[in-house]
Nanobody, 126 residues
């Protein structure tokens, strides 16, 4: 049984920063490709960032490119999402997802990730 747990959400003013963390257990963490997604009320789930297992290849959604950074520490079984220059439109429930690595990049489609956390709320005020 794979368990995915996010932490680090909260409230911040526009222009501020937050760092989200996500741990995944139940399998060798270094074999997981990890992704961050978000969903705002009334909107579809959106791919935010992903990072592959070996090699740590990253990719980002267009709306966060240049402001968010995804990284991982396999020794701590943790993936991070550093969010800088936050905007009110970044307000959403942020989810971490995991899949056993099978490709050359982190997929942008949420359906390709079988394991999900419960989400952590990020609220950015103007």
């Amino acid at each position: 049984q794979v368990q995915v747990v996010e932490s680090g959400g909260g409230s911040v003013q526009a222009g501020g920063s937050l760092r989200l963390s996500c741990t995944a257990s139940g399998h060798t963490f270094s074999t997981y490709t990890m992704g961050w997604f978000r969903q705002a009320p009334g909107k579809e789930r959106e791919f935010v960032a992903g990072i592959t297992s070996i090699g740590g290849v990253t990719n980002y959604g267009d709306s966060v490119k240049g402001r968010f950074t995804i990284s991982r520490d396999n020794a701590k079984n943790t993936v991070y999402l550093q969010m800088d220059s936050l905007k009110p439109e970044d307000t959403a429930l942020y989810y971490c997802a995991a899949r056993v690595s099978g490709g050359v990049g982190a997929p942008r489609l949420g359906i390709l990730y079988p394991y999900w956390g419960q989400g952590t709320q990020v609220t950015v005020s103007s």
